[in-house]
C-alpha cells in the first residue's frame, strides 16, 4: 500500500478534512480500505442521502430512536451532539446499509441553537474502532521477506505523522474536528470569547489512530485533544489545537 497523496486544500470540502481524492466505494467490512482522509469524506457524502430529512435535533432523535449520549456546546450558537449506534437503535440500518458496513456507529451532528434547522453536511458518521488499524497496515507494507527494515519504517512513519498533522491543520471548526475524530467533544467550556473543547479517544473512536500518529505516539495509548475555539464559530487560529497521551 502507498502513503497517502499530500493534502490539497483545493478541494476541501466545509468540514476541510479531505484530500483531493474521490470518496471511493466502501469495502465488506467498513470504510477500512480507506485513507483517514476519504473516510472523513465518505463518512459526511455516503450518509448525506439518508441524514438529509432529519434537520433538527428532535427530528434525529426520532429517526435513531434513542436521544443523544452526549451534547456539548461549542460556541454561542451553535451545539454538538454525538449518538452511539448498534443494531438496537433503528437508525443503525440505514447508516450501515450506506456505508457499507456491520460496526458500531458514531453519528456526529452539529445543531444551531434553539432547535433551528442544521446546515446541510452537518452529520458525520464512524466506526466504533480506532483508525489505527490503516496506520499499521501502511507500516507493514514496507516489509520485505517478512522483515520490515528499521529505516523503511521509520521513513514510513515519518511520512504518516506528517499527513496526521495534515489532516489536523485543515480541521478548523468544531464540526470538522468532531468528524476527524469521530466524537463529540467531550466537554467545552466557554470564556473570554473562546471555547475550550477537549475530545477523548481510546481504541474505540474512529480517529483515535490519526491523533496518535500526529504526535508519533503509541497506537495503544489513549490521546486527549484540547482545542481553544472562537465564540462565534468562525476557523480556528493556527496552532490553537494541542494533542496529548493520556485520557
Known sequence: MHASPRVSPAVLTAVALVLGLAAGPAVADGLSGLTPSQEARGSITKTRGVLAPYRTRGDMVDFVGAHPRRCAEVSGNASICVWPLSKRERGWRPLADALHTGDRLNLVCEFPENDAPRADDSCSVHSQRSNRRYFRGQLNAVAKGGRRPRSAVLKRRAVLETQSRQLLSQAKTAFALSTLVGDAPWECLSGNHYSHCTWK???????????????????????????????????????????????
Open 201 to 247: 479517544t481510546t481504541a474505540a473512536t474512529y480517529g483515535h489512530g490519526t491523533l496518535a500518529m500526529s504526535i508519533g505516539a503509541d497506537l495503544t495509548k489513549k490521546v486527549r485533544m484540547n482545542c481553544k475555539l472562537p465564540g462565534d464559530g468562525t476557523d480556528r487560529a493556527p496552532d490553537s489545537c494541542t494533542v496529548v497521551i493520556g485520557d
